[in-house]
């Protein structure tokens, strides 16, 4: 079946600090990758998606690039800030069936001035 | 705005009873999802549509149940049945069939038992 895996947090960096969130995922074809966020309370919100390897979604700072080679979609910045903190979670999904999607555990990110 | 409504925010169960969680969405959007979010384990599927009178069952449904009688609506009801049903719900929708198309979720339900 479809899985994803994604570091445990949480994840706690300084603002300004390089961030990484590591996903890599086990699908039978070719899924679509997707990052969602979810801030204290609420739902979650797309922040970027890749539908084909290669591709690279980006949003607000944020990117990560669709490698099917190593079935990866780590989550990157440059400089994160202290607005960045966050549960971030990675999923995949595949059209038609639902349109559903499998999604990682979650990543907690904590930035601190 | 368009968006998705989930109400109430926060909802309180007693031993036995039934609980409806409404989920309404004004995206004319045609799928529809419910998840359950626990600490540490992600969000799993309860049951999802994908057009009106119809729904399947998704990972965890057990001790649920759905109705989908109108596109824009798809209430969750938690049953007696469902024996930990302490949880943070979120409900979702998407256009269908089409996985480049991303699911819009709305705030959430709290549920707790009294």
């Known amino acids: 079946g479809n899985s994803v895996t994604q570091m445990e947090g949480p994840v706690t960096l300084s603002e300004e600090a390089f961030l990484t969130i590591n996903c890599t995922y086990t699908?039978?074809?070719?899924?679509?990758l997707f990052w969602y966020v979810q801030y204290p309370g609420e739902g979650l919100q797309l922040l970027l998606k890749a539908t084909k390897a290669d591709d690279k979604g980006s949003n607000k700072g944020f990117e990560a690039t669709y490698r099917k080679e190593t079935t990866s979609f780590h989550l990157e910045k440059g400089s994160v800030q202290v607005s960045d903190s966050a549960v971030y979670f990675c999923?995949?999904?595949?059209?038609?069936?639902?349109?559903?999607?499998?999604f990682g555990t979650g990543t907690q990110l904590k930035v601190e001035l | 705005d368009g968006g998705i409504t989930q109400s109430p925010k926060y909802l309180f169960r007693k031993e036995g009873q039934n609980v409806t969680l409404s989920c309404e969405q004004n995206l004319n959007h045609d799928a529809m999802y419910w998840y359950r979010q626990d600490p540490g384990q992600g969000l799993r599927l309860i049951y999802y549509?994908?057009?009106?009178?119809?729904?399947q069952k998704g990972d965890i449904a057990e001790g649920y149940s759905v109705s989908r009688e109108k596109k824009e609506s798809f209430p969750l009801t938690v049953t007696s049945a469902q024996k930990n049903p302490t949880a943070f719900y979120l409900c979702?929708?998407?256009?269908?069939?089409?996985?480049?198309?991303?699911?819009?979720f709305g705030d959430g339900t709290r549920l707790s038992i009294l």
């Open positions: 549509s994908q057009i009106v009178n119809d729904f």
């Open positions: 699908a039978t074809g070719y899924p679509s």
């Open positions: 979702a929708s998407s256009s269908q069939g089409n996985s480049n198309q991303p699911q819009h």
């Open positions: 999923a995949l999904g595949f059209t038609g069936g639902g349109n559903k999607l499998t």
